[in-house]
Nanobody
């Protein structure tokens, strides 16, 4: 069974930084992409960052461009999210995901980790 374990969330003041980690384990193969979504109170879930593992091509949500950075350690099946210059609007539950397999692919999600930005 595939399991994604997230860590690194917490409380931080505006302007601060956090690094989130998400490690995948279990019966996982042919990872196509990894990434992060988030869901804030009273808002829809939105894309934060996405990376295609074979090319390292990245895509970011407009609200986080220039502040957040996604990266991977393919040997460890781990994806990271570096969050800099945090704003109160970044407060949300952050969910990592892994897309794996071949025809069809499957997507697995982490349990979510809370990021709270407040003074």
């Amino acid at each position: 069974q595939v399991q994604l374990v997230e860590s690194g969330g917490g409380l931080v003041q505006p302007g601060g930084s956090l690094r989130l980690s998400c490690a995948a384990s279990g019966s996982i193969f042919s990872i196509v992409a990894m990434g992060w979504n988030r869901q804030a109170p009273e808002k829809q879930r939105e894309l934060v960052a996405h990376i295609i593992t074979s090319t390292s091509t990245t895509n970011y949500g407009d609200s986080v461009k220039g502040r957040f950075t996604i990266s991977t350690d393919n040997a460890k099946n781990t994806v990271y999210l570096q969050l800099n210059s945090l704003k109160p609007e970044d407060t949300a539950v952050y969910y990592c995901y892994v897309v794996h397999g071949i025809n069809p692919t499957r997507t697995y999600w982490g349990q979510g980790t809370q990021v709270t930005v407040s003074s």
